[in-house]
């Protein structure tokens, strides 16, 4: 992971570095007047810009890190409460009745529900083993 960073330096200026830590990319610092930021050449202008993107592009992918690691455990929260309202429906019907693809994709609700009676038909031709 790399590393972007703009701070004061001096009265006027600013120490601009961006580098990729144990990799052969090359290691970037320099220092710029931003007091004369109007005259600065095209390298210059560059730079700054370069390294004001890679700064957010990284402040970005570390949010997006932290937001991807909670998601997990709030899907698998989801997941659960979907299954137990699905089980919770099925118990409350004397009979299950469902195709072979329904009962596929909502196996782990009618297992938990435990019916007494689950009918399986397909609509479709079922070819056999």
């Known amino acids: 992971e790399g590393f972007a960073e703009i701070r004061p330096n001096s009265l ?18 320099s220092e710029l007047d931003v007091s004369s930021m109007l005259y600065w050449g095209i390298e210059s202008k560059h730079m700054f810009v370069l390294s004001l993107l890679r700064l957010q592009f990284h402040r970005l992918t570390d949010k997006f890190s932290d ?9 698998d929260e989801v ?6 309202e699905e089980a919770r429906a099925l118990r409350s019907v004397p009979v299950v009745g469902a195709t072979l693809l329904g009962a596929l994709l909502h ?14 038909e397909e609509a479709g031709e079922v070819p056999e083993a």
Do not use: C, T
């Not at 937001?67 to 899907?75: E, I, N, R, T, V």
């Not at 997941?79 to 137990?84: G, I, K, P, W």
């Open 12 to 29: 006027m200026g600013v120490m601009i570095s961006y580098g990729i830590p144990n990799s052969d990319a090359p290691y970037f610092s």
């Open 67 to 75: 937001l991807a690691s909670k998601l997990g455990p709030l899907q």
């Open 79 to 84: 997941r659960a409460a979907r299954l137990a």
């Open 107 to 120: 196996m782990d609700a009618v297992s938990a529900a435990e019916p007494a009676v689950l009918l399986v």
